[in-house]
């Protein structure tokens, strides 16, 4: 499964300023997808990165790393349950910058059947290479 989520920063009245998770686009083979043939993420459609503790995922995009998320992890946070409850057993999650170098989203891509999957480096060089590619075209 592949899909692309962008990172809206919400400021209302009185409040923090928040981010939040909008996905734009989804890949997948039936494995990746409900029984509507919908993409797996409406529980991440729309959340807040603060609402759903996503702050080790967050904080390593802003530093322009690639962050994966295992199956096997001891991770508690709502987000990783999330992914998780979306059928991921191993994910790889890039930033996407746009020109002025300011993170607007990421790309990501799931194993559906493999938590132990060791992602090739070619992998991770072509998912950085598609997040620049978009990053310049937004």
């Given amino acids: 499964r592949c899909y692309i989520f962008k990172l809206e920063k919400i400021v209302s009245d009185n409040k923090p ?3 939040m998770f909008n996905l734009m686009y989804c890949w997948f083979d039936e494995d990746g997808a409900n029984k509507d043939g ?3 993420f409406e529980l991440l459609d729309n ?3 603060e609402d759903i503790g996503a702050y080790e995922m967050y ?10 998320i295992k199956a096997n992890s001891d991770d508690n946070s709502l ?3 999330i992914w998780i409850d979306n059928n991921t057993k191993n994910t790889l999650i890039q930033p996407i910058f746009d020109k ?3 993170l607007i989203g990421f790309i990501g891509l799931d194993d559906v059947e493999d938590e132990s999957r060791e992602w090739d480096s070619s992998v991770y060089k072509l998912l950085k290479i598609a997040a620049k590619s ?5």
Wanted: a neutral charge; proline letters at 0%; charged letters at 25%.
């Fill in 100 to 102: 002025d170098e300011q």
């Fill in 79 to 81: 987000a990783y349950k």
């Fill in 59 to 68: 904080s390593s995009l802003v530093m322009d790393k690639t962050f994966t």
């Fill in 38 to 40: 919908d993409c797996k």
């Fill in 17 to 19: 300023m928040k981010t």
């Fill in 134 to 138: 978009l990053g310049n075209i937004i």
């Fill in 47 to 49: 959340m807040f990165v």
